[in-house]
């Protein structure tokens, strides 16, 4: 029977590339639910999923809401902002007093790289990470990827540059293991600040010049300037940072090929790119957020049926 | 004595590992009497839609619409395939198939007579999960339910087809095995014992 190598979805990095073609053969299946007169199948009624959000996100958590309410499980939520988390509590005592009430799935959030492995190995529920730190992003790794098949067919030998800031970036990291582990070649570009040391020990190529990145690649995925995480300053200004990183309407026509542009959202219109590309049809923004429902409803829905049911 | 079109296949040595229940010759006069039945309930087809249950039904059912459109004229059929993996009942039970095949259905069932197609009808659970699946695609005015092998006796839930084949009473630990040309070489139905 086609399952899931692994109980919990940790990172790319634990996944096989099996793993991820079954989520994403399922995720087919998910989109055309998702596309019906009523979107909604009835496989996970008897599940229970907490989406616990230690650090602010919109999109993702509404993808996954999304995706588990199309599933038919029950959901709660709970954002560190409203919690007790401010009051002092150890995250395994969170989790422990929303496991009390009979929850089968945790799909967490996190400020600190490796909060879902510790959890996982603590707790007595399938973990889902939906971002630790600047360590993984699993399923926006299998939604890009995803939507990057959706157009070009296969990823098999494609070349996928990833340009910004790779440094804080769990989108980066998980997309270089996800690719790689489909069999495309990636590369990193971006400020010389803003590139890990020793990157290329995962097998990635590094590219300062980001018309030699674009003219290299069939896809370019622009990640967004995360300020926040920023405690000192990586490039001098914004400005700078758009004249040597952002892509133009102009750079794309002077390249002799036409490639896909990505970007795992937010935009900073203006900044990673202009409001003339994100708008284009090379764009396939919008595609990647309708692909993140069908693919974290597929991920939810291995994952639960790994879950043996008990009478 | 038994009706002409029952099998009686209680008595099957214990040596004998596989039965043909139908041939080729069998499946094809069947074919054209099921085919001949939907003609005489369904006239036209103008509000008729065959929807096949994914993965075996797709073959009865492109035989039955291949037979319809070009032994019996029938124009404008629509046909369509539904995936239940995602409504069955034993999600999470033991080894119930998880990977799920494509649903392609591109129209609206509202107000339409739908009949399910699918090669072997016995526990019934897979009729009430296409059942529920169907809901998604609007309110049929009518479902009927078409099989090629009932396995009557067998039955969870009160569920018994409108168009069958054959009926067929076999024991539990028995399968019934339907090929098709398409994809094992040969139009034949088997009754397989199963080592348990």
Not at chain 2, 94 to 120: K, W
Request: aromatic residues 6%; neutral net charge; glycine residues 4%.
């Amino acid at each position: 029977m086609d399952q899931l190598s692994v109980d919990h979805l940790l990172g790319i990095q634990q996944l096989t590339p099996q793993d991820i073609q079954l989520i994403h053969t399922t995720a087919d299946q998910f989109k055309e639910v998702i596309n019906r007169p009523i979107k909604k199948v009835p496989s996970l009624r008897d599940i229970t999923i907490a989406n616990l959000f230690f650090e602010n996100s919109t999109r993702t958590k509404l993808s996954f809401e999304l995706a588990e309410k199309r599933l038919s499980a029950d959901v709660v939520n709970f954002s560190a902002a409203q919690s007790s988390v401010k009051k002092g509590e150890t995250l395994i005592d969170t989790v422990n007093n929303i496991l009390a009430m009979k929850v089968d799935i945790v799909v967490m959030r996190h400020p600190n790289p490796g909060a879902g492995v510790f959890l996982s190995k603590h707790i007595n529920a399938r973990i889902v990470n939906a971002g630790d730190g600047a360590h993984e992003h699993p399923t926006q790794a299998l939604l890009d990827s995803y939507s990057i098949k959706e157009r070009l067919g296969s990823l098999e030998g494609k070349k996928v540059v990833i340009v910004g800031d790779i440094l804080h970036s769990r989108v980066a990291l998980s997309n270089i293991y996800c690719l790689q582990k489909l069999g495309a070649q990636v590369m990193v570009c971006g400020p010389a600040t803003l590139i890990p040391r020793h990157i290329k020990d995962l097998g990635v190529l590094v590219e300062l010049d980001l018309k030699k990145a674009l003219q290299w690649c069939d896809v370019a995925n622009m990640l967004r300037v995360q300020n926040e995480r920023m405690d000192i300053s990586y490039f001098p200004s914004v400005r700078e940072y758009v004249q040597q990183y952002g892509v133009t309407r102009k750079l794309l026509d002077s390249l002799d090929k036409e490639i896909v542009i990505m970007h795992p959202g937010p935009i900073n219109r203006g900044v990673e790119i202009t409001s003339e590309v994100a708008d284009s049809s090379q764009a396939i923004i919008l595609n990647q957020v309708e692909n993140g429902v069908a693919i974290r409803m597929a991920v939810l829905y291995l994952i639960a049926s790994k879950i043996q049911h008990h009478d | 004595m038994p009706e002409s079109n029952t099998l009686y296949l209680y008595a099957l040595p214990a040596s004998m590992s596989q039965k043909i229940l139908l041939n080729a010759a069998q499946i094809d006069i069947i074919l054209h009497r099921l085919a001949c039945q939907l003609i005489e309930n369904h006239n036209d087809f103008k509000s008729t839609a065959l929807i096949g249950i994914q993965p075996r039904g797709t073959y009865l059912l492109n035989r039955l619409k291949k037979m319809l459109v070009e032994n019996y004229d029938v124009s404008n059929l629509k046909t369509g395939l539904l995936d239940i993996t995602f409504y069955r009942d034993d999600f999470r039970r033991g080894d119930q198939p998880l990977r799920a095949n494509s649903t392609e259905i591109n129209f609206v069932v509202e107000n339409m007579n739908v009949v399910i197609v699918d090669d072997v009808l016995y526990t019934g659970r897979s009729i009430r999960a296409a059942l529920t699946a169907l809901q998604s695609f609007g309110r049929p005015n009518t479902i009927e339910l078409l099989t090629l092998v009932d396995r009557r006796f067998s039955r969870h839930l009160p569920i018994q087809p409108d168009y069958n084949g054959r009926q067929v009473d076999a024991l539990g630990n028995q399968k019934v095995k339907v090929s098709w040309v398409e994809n094992a070489g040969e139009d034949a139905v088997y009754l397989i014992k199963t080592e348990d």
